[in-house]
C-alpha cells in the first residue's frame, strides 16, 4: 500500500533536547512537507522539499531543520532553540503538478516537558 | 495575518440535512482551493478542490462552491452523515508557488447528530 508514514506516533522529550521526527513515502511524489497543528489553528508550514537535496523555510521555520537526502525521506528536527516545541506534527508529499492535492501522513504528537 | 479564515468554529447539524461550511480569503494571488477533512490524532484527508476558473465542483454529497469577486468558498455536505463528524480545514495555494505548499484556516468542527 502506497503512503505516507510517520514515526512515532508519540514522542516525548526533556526541555532542550533536540528531537528528529521521521517521514517516510512510497508514493514516488517529488514535493514533501511538514507543516504543525496547534489546538484551535489550522496547519502551518515549517519546511517544505521540491526536489532531493533542497529545501525552503516555510512560514514558521525557526527553531527546526531538515534534510531531503533521499526522494522517500524528509526528516524534521526539533531543536531546542523551538520556543514551543509541543504540537502535532504533520508530514504531507504531493507530485510536481499543479492543481493537486496534497496527502498527508498520519501525524505525530510531540510533548516537550 | 490569517489569509485564509474559517469564522465558524463549530458547526451543528441533523442528519439527513445540509451541511455548509464557509472560508474567506484575502489573498488574490490563490489560484486552488481544497477542503480537507480531519479526525483527532490523524493527518488530514482530502475530499475536494476546485481551480480559480471554476464556481462550483461536486463530487458525491460534496459540492464546493467559489464566489471569487468575495473572495469565498463554501463547502455542502448533502446529505449529512453522522460519519460526516470531523474538523474540516479549508487550504489554499497561490498561483506559482510549490504544489503542496498549502495555507490553512483555523478548522470547522462539524458535528451531525443522529
Known amino acids: 500500500d502506497g503512503g505516507i508514514t510517520q514515526s512515532p506516533k508519540y514522542l516525548f522529550r526533556k526541555e532542550g533536547q533536540n528531537v528528529t521526527l521521521s517521514c517516510e513515502q512510497n508514493l514516488n511524489h517529488d514535493a514533501m512537507y511538514w507543516y504543525r497543528q496547534d489546538p484551535g489553528q489550522g496547519l502551518r508550514l515549517i519546511y517544505y522539499?521540491?526536489?532531493?537535496?533542497?529545501?525552503q523555510k516555510g512560514d514558521i521555520a525557526e527553531g527546526y531543520s531538515v534534510s531531503r537526502e533521499k526522494k522517500e525521506s524528509f526528516p524534521l528536527t526539533v531543536t531546542s532553540a523551538q520556543k514551543n516545541p509541543t504540537a502535532f506534527y504533520l508530514c504531507?508529499?504531493?507530485?510536481?503538478?499543479?492543481?493537486?492535492?496534497?496527502?498527508f501522513g498520519q501525524g505525530t504528537r510531540l510533548t516537550v516537558v | 495575518d490569517q489569509q485564509v479564515k474559517q469564522n465558524s468554529p463549530s458547526l451543528s447539524v441533523q442528519e439527513g440535512r445540509i451541511s455548509i461550511l464557509n472560508c474567506d480569503y484575502t489573498n488574490s494571488m490563490f489560484d486552488y482551493f481544497l477542503w480537507y477533512k480531519k479526525y483527532p490524532a490523524e493527518g488530514p484527508t482530502f475530499l475536494i478542490s476546485?481551480?480559480?476558473?471554476?464556481d462550483k465542483n461536486e463530487d458525491g454529497r460534496f459540492t464546493v462552491f467559489l464566489n471569487k469577486s468575495a473572495k469565498h468558498l463554501s463547502l455542502h455536505i448533502v446529505p449529512s452523515q453522522p460519519g460526516d463528524s470531523a474538523v474540516y480545514f479549508c487550504?489554499?495555494?497561490?498561483?506559482?508557488?510549490?504544489?503542496?505548499?498549502?495555507?490553512f484556516g483555523q478548522g470547522t468542527i462539524l458535528t451531525v447528530h443522529p
Open positions: 522539499s521540491q526536489i532531493v537535496n533542497d529545501f
Open positions: 504531507a508529499s504531493s507530485i510536481a503538478q499543479l492543481n493537486t492535492e496534497a496527502f
Open positions: 476546485i481551480s480559480s476558473i471554476k
Open positions: 487550504a489554499a495555494r497561490a498561483g506559482g508557488t510549490s504544489y503542496g505548499k498549502l495555507t
